[in-house]
């Protein structure tokens, strides 16, 4: 009785519908033993006194998302910064997104990092929004004009001002994704551009175990077409297009593995979980690694390659 009355607690963030269906309950326990496991990480302290998440689908919105929704401290990112592949200087969605940046136009980017992206586009001005001030620090050291500041916060003082908001690979670490969205469309001219990039929850990442980055407190949603297309159902803009990055060559073998090892799964009678500790995943996980380096070893045109794991949302505000 407790747990549905839990369940009926719980809203899906975008659309609020209590429409939901529960698809896997994950203990914290699991969660910081995986952190600590791979990246030698102790989030103990991000979770406070809460001992499980729920992983939950939306009927209404088709989003995908945790609850609680754990989000990480500037503690939690300072820690993920040392590594040097968190921030990367080079993004497909990049190349993609600037496509839609005119040198007239005024840029507000959310989630800027050390502001990768501005250095790539032409633009007549740029403003950046980062909660990180090391990040932010490396920005301005360009030149590049970033505030600590959210979006709700910016978007209180700047109603209009820009011809186009982008938010690469933020969306998913948002626990309030409508107010969120909602400033990003007030800040947008009429007829502005909105541009979206997250994980694809389409992608093979859907079928990867012990992906500690696309969990809390890093990653609190997960995004499949159906649910970015869905967003226009609950604001005034219309989806332009959705484009999927191809498979980057730096995760071919991890593509490569992940098929092998869901072909093992099916074969054995067993679902993919979130998270998986047990010995029948310790030996796949060995096997599949084998096979797919020989399987990607295959993989040696594009023309061969699937989607990879980034997707990019364009829309317009009506």
């Not at 507000?108 to 502001?115: N, R, S, T, V």
Request: hydrophobic share 40%.
């Amino acid at each position: 009785m407790t747990e549905q009355m839990n369940q009926e607690s719980v809203y899906c963030p975008l659309s609020g519908s209590s429409k939901i269906v529960l698809v896997e309950k994950i203990a914290i326990s699991d969660l910081v033993s995986l952190y600590k496991k791979v990246l030698n990480c102790d989030v103990a302290s991000e979770f406070g006194n809460i001992q499980e998440i729920d992983f939950y689908h939306s009927l209404e919105s088709e989003l995908y998302f945790f609850s609680p929704m754990i989000t990480g401290s500037e503690n939690f990112y300072e820690k993920l910064q040392v590594f040097d592949w968190y921030y990367l200087e080079e993004k497909n969605e990049y190349d993609y997104a600037s496509k839609f940046i005119k040198p007239s136009d005024c840029v507000l980017e959310i989630g800027c990092g050390k502001g990768a992206f501005a250095r790539k586009i032409h633009c007549q001005d740029y403003i950046g929004l980062e909660f990180s001030q090391k990040a932010r620090d490396l920005a301005e050291k360009d030149g590049i004009t970033v505030l600590n500041e959210s979006i709700q916060d910016h978007a209180l003082n700047n109603k209009q001002k820009y011809s186009v908001v982008c938010a690469f690979q933020v969306l998913e670490h948002i626990s309030d994704i409508y107010t969120f969205i909602e400033a990003s469309i007030e800040c947008l001219k009429p007829g502005g551009i909105l541009i979206y990039s997250v994980p694809s929850y389409d992608s093979f990442s859907k079928y990867v175990s012990n992906f500690f980055l696309d969990m809390p407190p890093h990653h609190v949603t997960r995004w499949t077409d159906t649910s970015l297309k869905n967003i226009t159902k609950y604001f005034p803009i219309e989806n332009l297009e959705i484009w999927h990055e191809p498979l980057q060559e730096v995760h071919k073998s991890f593509y490569a593995t992940t098929i092998v090892k869901l072909a093992l799964f099916k074969f054995l009678g067993k679902d993919i979980r979130n998270i998986d500790f047990g010995i029948t995943y310790k030996i796949l996980d060995i096997v599949s690694r084998i096979i797919g380096k020989i399987f990607a070893k295959g993989l040696i045109s594009s023309e061969l390659f699937p989607r990879g794991i980034s997707v990019v949302s364009i829309y317009r505000k009506i």
